[in-house]
């Protein structure tokens, strides 16, 4: 049986409640379809944010065990890429079903492991689950073409797996990220080598359980676990064709880096810093909510997350109804009936968030709304943040600059449009923007203007559905936007194309002599 603490549930027993666990149990690697206790000399300890009790230990996975998950994944290749498409996609739709069953304890994995509601950590779930339920659909995605390219010939062109493929994977969504890899991955005929993040390992163990029960045949999946040097064995193994990963601009640009210089494919989605711009004409309280709920929840840990509002013109005047409604949301522990937010992933991050409020109070801003030291009753001891909004602040300020990936709204004011847009623009990140406006014409222009992968119009958070891909510009995105994970760019970047031209003509009218130049 499986032994992390979260894999060790099922499906109708689960935790609920941030109660320390007495006994916590070793989370495991996941090779060859056996949950195996590693025999790793460094371990991660993994603690609830909410109380910073220990949950379990994540282990620095063996250069053995490293090597064993390759191995088996290579030996898998060859069978698992003749299995019909047809039998994969039976095994999809058994992995979506089961995914929909143990939906609630996938989530209640990601409350205590990442903090984040388990209203909001369903969420997290269903996105991911949409991206399996979409790769269901692999029979008629992954057709080639035909073309009579000649009398008597024509050329056909196939998809292919690529073979071994591996996915690093970020903290703040513990199941939809790892399921924007697996499913695209092996549907498509990979075999698969996946590091969660070691902060919260716990949804991508119930995942792995419930794939091998789905049917997928050992290999085809696998998890390692541990921090850089799991990494860098995965950028230098020849094995390894392709790379996706998300997370910071840190590890991603030299994860982008060094795995091309090793000639693999890479998709690396990286930091964020979203802006929208609000319109005197927008429905205000349209506006005011929608830019409430993006900034704050799951305490703003999402890279699509509001972080940062251009009030253009009277609109300045909304800031303090924005504190009204982000003073009214609930900070508490992710089980707790009517909690908006959760804590942040760690101590270290609390202060660097922290940190960062200070920095802004420093260079001349206003704290209107100070989420630092916030102190849940029941969670003295967990990692929380409170909605905290920074205004009048200006573009050359730490706080505008950095990503601060916590519930922390940041609030600039410019005068017009074109303002708006000329600072959107300058922006170095360029995941999403959103405009909130009633004028068409106004949201045309911002919709043409603004160089962001990702756009709403009245919308906060315009993450597209699994038909569509995730589609980032500039710094958050690595190597210029060329791979995007799912939809249709997603199923390219794990397959290969190949061509094959044929010729078939009846013996007696096949020429008797060689022919030595290119056809005419
Ligand atoms: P992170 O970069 O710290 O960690 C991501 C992964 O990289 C983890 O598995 C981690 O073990 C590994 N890693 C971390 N540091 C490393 C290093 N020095 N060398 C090698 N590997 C390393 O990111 P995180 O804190 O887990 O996630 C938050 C970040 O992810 C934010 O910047 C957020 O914007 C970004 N993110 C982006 C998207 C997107 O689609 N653009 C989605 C989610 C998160």
């Known amino acids: 049986a499986p032994s992390t603490s979260s894999a060790a549930s099922t499906a ?168 924007w890899c697996i499913p695209v991955a092996t549907v498509t005929g990979n075999c698969l080598v996946m590091k969660p993040s070691e902060r919260d390992p716990g949804a991508a163990m119930i995942l792995a359980e419930l794939a091998k029960e789905a049917g997928f045949p050992p290999g085809v999946i696998n998890i390692v676990h541990g921090t850089a040097p799991t990494v860098d064995f995965i950028l230098d193994e020849p094995a390894i064709k392709a790379i ?57 840990q999402r890279c699509m997350a509001l972080s940062t509002v251009v009030m253009v013109g009277e609109t300045k005047e909304w800031l303090p109804e924005i504190a009204e409604r982000a003073k009214a949301l609930n900070v508490n522990g992710g089980f707790e009936e009517g909690a908006d937010l959760g804590p942040v992933i760690s101590p270290e991050s609390k202060k660097r968030i922290e940190d960062l409020i200070a920095s802004a109070e420093a260079e ?20 929380f943040v409170g909605p905290t909004i920074i205004t009048n602040v200006t573009t050359d300020m730490k706080c505008y600059k950095e990503e601060i990936f916590g519930p922390v709204l940041v609030c600039v004011n410019v005068e017009t449009l074109d303002d708006a847009i000329n600072t959107i623009n300058a922006n170095e990140y360029g995941n999403g923007a959103s405009i909130f406006t009633k004028s068409g014409s106004t949201a045309s222009r911002f919709q043409k203007d603004i160089e962001a992968g990702q ?44 061509t094959v031209t044929s010729f078939w003509k009846s013996e007696d009218a096949i020429s008797t002599k060689a022919s030595v130049i290119m056809p005419t």
């Open 12 to 179: 109708s027993s689960y935790p609920t409640d941030h109660n320390p666990i007495a006994d916590p149990i070793d989370t495991t690697n996941f090779i060859d379809n056996e949950f195996t206790t590693s025999k790793a000399t460094t371990w991660i300890d993994l603690h609830d944010p909410a109380t910073n009790n220990l949950i379990t230990r994540v282990p620095q996975s063996t250069n053995e065990e490293l090597k064993a998950a390759v191995a088996s994944a290579e030996a898998a290749f060859p069978a698992w890429r003749a299995t019909s498409i047809m039998a994969r996609q039976q095994i999809m739709f058994k992995f979506t079903s089961l995914i929909r069953e143990h939906w609630d304890r996938l989530a209640a994995s990601i409350t205590l492991e990442q903090g984040k509601t388990f209203a909001d950590a369903k969420g997290d779930v269903l996105r991911g689950l949409q991206v399996a339920e979409t790769a269901c659909g692999i029979t008629t995605q992954m057709t080639g073409e035909v073309l009579e390219v000649a009398k008597d010939m024509e050329t056909r062109s196939y998809r292919e797996p690529l073979g071994v493929v591996a996915a690093i994977c970020p903290f703040n969504f513990p199941a939809m990220i790892p399921l």
């Open 244 to 300: 996706s990963f998300v997370g910071s601009n840190r590890a991603g640009e030299y994860i982008y880096t060094r795995g091309s210089a090793n000639g693999k494919r890479v998709q690396a989605n990286l930091g964020a810093k979203n802006h929208a711009a609000v319109l005197p004409d927008c429905n205000k309280n349209h506006a005011l909510n929608a830019i409430t709920g993006a900034a704050f929840g799951a305490a703003g």
């Open 364 to 383: 001349g801003a206003t704290i209107l709304l100070d989420g630092r030291n916030c102190k849940p009753e029941k969670y003295p001891n967990g990692n």
């Open 455 to 498: 756009l709403g119009i009245n919308v906060p958070i315009p993450v597209p559905l699994p038909m569509f891909s995730f589609t980032g510009n500039k710094k958050s995105i690595a190597g210029g936007g060329a791979n995007t994970f799912y939809g249709k760019p997603g199923m390219q970047f794990y397959t290969q194309q190949k």
